[in-house]
């Protein structure tokens, strides 16, 4: 079974997590603002608690976005500067998939559309079908007004993450069609190293300067609402 290291810090949320001999021991934390501080003792205690050391791992995993812009960038790099002094691959990861696998294995939903608050009025989103456990990307990950959110179909889908509190912005027939909404869902380091781990049977991991995050949104954007 292979030794991987998964981090997130793409929201107020850090967390990481470990699979070791077939099992994944996480620790998450809601600590908004204190990513930098926090992310790498995180990572030494959990890797002191499995008697690791960054070198032990066969691959690091890392919430490649979408969301916050300073977060995401936190996240990449760490696993980035971890990963070249190991000589390890990287197995960046949806941030979005991510959240629609906590909403998954909490309900057990098979349709998911997972949402971030992508601040200035606009929504990260993406819509999962599940199959064999393990969310399937129905189209591209995309930013948008709550109002111009269109659901892939009329069937009853699931809603998860912060963007859903957007719900009464957003048209009819979503409103109409989300039978199911959890807006308090995060992307989390265990999940993010469950569909790792698959990419990582899958031969998909990258060498670290092939691991770029994912804004769907350019900086620019990012800085002039982080100067709010």
Same mark, same amino acid.
């Given at each position: 079974?292979?030794?991987?290291?998964?981090?997130?810090?793409?929201? $107020?949320?850090?967390?990481?997590? !470990? &699979?070791?001999?077939?099992?994944?021991? /996480?620790?998450?934390?809601?600590?908004?603002?204190? &990513?930098?501080?926090?992310?790498?003792?995180?990572v030494?205690? =959990?890797l002191?608690?499995?008697?690791?050391?960054?070198?032990?791992?066969? %691959?690091?995993? *890392?919430?490649?976005?979408?969301?916050?812009?300073?977060?995401?960038?936190?996240?990449?790099?760490?696993?980035?500067?971890?990963? *070249?002094?190991?000589?390890?691959?990287?197995?960046?990861?949806?941030?979005?998939?991510?959240?629609?696998?906590?909403?998954?294995?909490?309900?057990?939903? &098979?349709?998911?559309?997972?949402?971030? $608050?992508?601040? =200035?009025? /606009?929504?990260y989103?993406?819509?999962?079908?599940?199959?064999?456990?393990?969310?399937? @990307?129905?189209?591209?990950?995309?930013?948008?007004?709550? %109002?111009?959110? =269109?659901?892939? $179909?009329?069937?009853?889908?699931?809603?998860?993450?912060?963007?859903?509190?957007?719900?009464?912005?957003?048209?009819?027939?979503? @409103?109409?069609?989300?039978?199911?909404?959890?807006?308090?869902?995060?992307?989390?380091?265990?999940?993010?190293?469950? !569909?790792a781990?698959?990419?990582?049977?899958?031969?998909?991991?990258?060498?670290?300067?092939?691991? @770029?995050?994912?804004?769907?949104? $350019?900086?620019?954007a990012?800085?002039?609402?982080?100067?709010?």
């Amino acid at each position: 079974m292979p030794k991987i290291l998964a981090l997130d810090t793409s929201t $107020d949320a850090c967390s990481v997590a !470990l &699979h070791v001999a077939g099992e994944i021991r /996480e620790d998450f934390r809601i600590i908004p603002r204190q &990513h930098t501080k926090q992310l790498l003792p995180m990572v030494q205690a =959990m890797l002191d608690e499995a008697g690791l050391k960054v070198k032990d791992l066969d %691959a690091i995993a *890392f919430g490649r976005g979408p969301g916050s812009f300073a977060g995401i960038r936190i996240a990449t790099g760490v696993a980035q500067g971890l990963a *070249f002094a190991a000589e390890l691959n990287l197995l960046p990861v949806s941030t979005l998939a991510a959240i629609a696998l906590s909403k998954h294995l909490a309900t057990g939903e &098979h349709q998911v559309v997972a949402a971030l $608050d992508a601040r =200035m009025n /606009e929504i990260y989103w993406a819509a999962y079908r599940f199959e064999n456990g393990l969310p399937v @990307q129905v189209d591209v990950e995309r930013v948008d007004a709550p %109002a111009n959110i =269109m659901l892939p $179909d009329q069937s009853p889908w699931a809603g998860a993450g912060s963007g859903w509190r957007y719900l009464q912005e957003m048209s009819e027939q979503v @409103q109409q069609a989300v039978t199911s909404i959890d807006d308090d869902t995060y992307p989390t380091a265990a999940n993010i190293l469950r !569909l790792a781990l698959r990419d990582y049977q899958e031969g998909k991991s990258v060498s670290p300067e092939l691991a @770029q995050p994912v804004y769907l949104r $350019d900086s620019v954007a990012w800085k002039k609402k982080d100067q709010q």
